[in-house]
């Protein structure tokens, strides 16, 4: 059996956590470069993320018999080591790939972790955490079993680039005024202008030419503070 260690860009943007290696990988120590790999260069592509940019480990170093659920203490015992990585390497972007690794990045964080069965209703969705924003995913191997998933996966891959982009309306746009002005908090632009702008209210009214008022906030709620200035 091998330790295999994390691999990939050093200088990454995103890093990728898996939750252990497979046989493959086990056997060359090398990370996901068996039937899963494969799968994730695919969904990588889709969304217009080469390999060679991101940063991929895994939560707990070593092959689990028959590609078990990793157990807390074997968790506890390996966790210090993609604690480490995630220090050294310091992403913007850290994205779990499936359940075990979302909730041990979400425990780290202190942030509320998802319940197994919610799991996939956040799947894609940008949490922010620290300097780091977090973007759980589906882990690749979904597909191996079910290829009906393929249009979600690359859905929510997706948001890998999204969220490696700044909103092209964000010189422009009201928030960023408002935010240098210091009357909006600056997570809305880390979550949305700096994060997910596709998911932005204003960003889809902006693109179907729909007219929306200043203080209209990303997600569409409308906030009177900010009322009393010009309209966009
Ligand atoms: S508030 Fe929305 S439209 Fe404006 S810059 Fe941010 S993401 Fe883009």
Redesign the pocket.
Known sequence: MNAVCGEGNLNAEIMLVAQAPGEKEDKEGRMFIGPSGKVLDELLKSAGISRQAVYMTNLIKCALPKYRKPKQDEIEACSCYLDEEIELIDPRILAPLGYCAARYIFQKYGLLSPSKSEFSSIHGKLFLADDKKILPLPHPAVLLHNADFEQDLKKSYRKLQVASKV?K??PV?P??RFYEEGRLDGKWIEL??KGD?ES?V??QM?ERGEPHPDWML?DGTLDEKLHGRKRR
């Open positions: 909103c309306w964000h746009c928030m960023k949305y202008c702008w932005c204003r960003y902006e990303p």
